[in-house]
């Protein structure tokens, strides 16, 4: 049984627009949730990460809000680049058992 | 430049012919982890090591081993490859205890024929 989930295969948005990428999960236990990106032929890179006793964590144009009561999260990307385009991975690590579990992903396309 | 390296790339096997998988870093990290992913799909945890510790998923078939004979190697032994084990298999490294930050490596295809 999947613990993360991310319902969007794919976006696509205009280059400068915003971006939301969604990920839901059902594991209260979990103490971090992070976000990957991942290019073809590579593998995924750490993009940013929320501890569980936060609601948001900004980097630059990326952002993750947590809503643990509706076990939701969410990366903004603002504004969007073409460069930004890859497979987005949600994860959630439960500190307990050294172990992350991720989401199947959502591909983001960022058009000029 | 630390990183996690996977060797090779690529690798083709036939149906039943044992196959290994290599991945080395060179961050000094306690925990290695194994995890399989295939096509649009979550990368599913295979096992992980913390430092010699050895911690198997409940549903990892019994046709994957590991071994780590020390820090900076781990390898992935698939003992009798059958079609469905064709995937993408991507080692990652973190620091563990309140670290949770992971380096992954590039990944290995496994195709099997």
């Known amino acids: 049984d999947q613990q993360v989930k991310q319902n969007s295969p794919s976006l696509s948005v205009q280059e400068g627009r915003i971006s939301i990428l969604n990920c839901d999960y059902t594991n209260s236990m979990f103490d971090y949730f992070l976000w990957y990106k991942k290019y073809p032929a590579e593998g995924p890179t750490f993009l940013i990460s929320i501890s569980s006793i936060k609601d948001k964590n900004e980097d630059g144009r990326f952002t993750v809000f947590l809503n643990k009561s509706a076990k939701h999260l969410s990366l903004h990307i603002v504004p969007s680049q073409p460069g930004d385009s890859a497979v987005y991975f949600c994860a959630a690590w439960w500190s307990n058992f050294n172990k992350f579990y991720f989401g199947s992903g959502t591909k983001l396309n960022v058009k000029p | 430049d630390a990183m996690v390296i996977q060797n090779p790339r690529y690798q083709v096997t036939q149906f039943g012919k044992p196959v290994t998988l290599s991945c080395s870093q060179t961050l000094n990290h306690n925990v290695m982890y194994w995890y399989q992913q295939k096509s649009s799909q979550a990368p599913k945890l295979l096992f992980h090591y913390y430092d010699k510790d050895f911690n198997n998923e409940a549903d990892t078939p019994d046709n994957f081993q590991s071994r780590r004979p020390n820090t900076s190697f781990c390898f992935l032994d698939i003992r009798s490859p059958g079609l469905g084990d064709a995937a993408m298999y991507l080692c990652?490294?973190?620091?563990?205890?309140?670290?949770?930050?992971?380096?992954f490596g590039p990944g290995t295809r496994l195709t099997v024929l």
């Open positions: 990652a490294t973190s620091r563990g205890g309140s670290n949770n930050e992971q380096f």
